[in-house]
């Protein structure tokens, strides 16, 4: 990161920044579209299933009530594996961020929390910024989710929203 606590993601490329030794993620993105849409289709059940994770997984939301205070509860399922994931909205504040928890059922274990902000910043342009920070409770931990295919899963998801975007837009 900057000085400034400002990191610049090159146009439309997923950038993922994880210091070592240190607790956070960084994951940044700009996006060829309002802010008010991008925001959308991270709380809208219905879109989110269409962007989300991996393009060889398939997404069941078990429920998602993205509000302050609401929770979520989703699984990314190839084959007869399924990968479940859950948490609780904090803070919904549409359209500038979302703080939530999010817990995955598996690698490194069950029980291991982080908590994740994510801000949406509008660019000039009618483009929008994504930065997101996850913050584990340990280096082992985000090292974990890390090893576990996290930048497959990112970048192949901002691929899809990118091109769910584009869809929506037409």
Known sequence: MTQSGEKMAKKNQTEIIAEPGELEVFI??????????????????TLLTQWLGP???KMTVQHYEAKSGGSYRYTHSRGNHDYKFHGVFHEVAAPE?????????????????????????????????????????????????????????????HERLTELLEMIKK
Not at 28 to 45: C, G, K, N, Q, S
């Open 28 to 45: 940044i993105r700009e996006f060829d579209a309002p802010r008010e849409l991008v925001f959308r289709a991270y709380t809208d059940p």
């Open 55 to 57: 393009r060889d997984l």
């Open 97 to 157: 961020r979302i703080i939530q928890t999010f817990e995955f059922d598996g690698l490194p274990e069950p029980g291991h929390v982080a908590m994740e902000t994510a801000r949406f910043e509008a660019l000039p342009g009618n483009r929008t910024r994504v930065v997101a920070q996850s913050i584990f409770q340990t280096v082992q931990d985000r090292d974990g989710m890390i090893e576990s295919g996290m930048k497959r899963g990112v970048e192949e998801g």
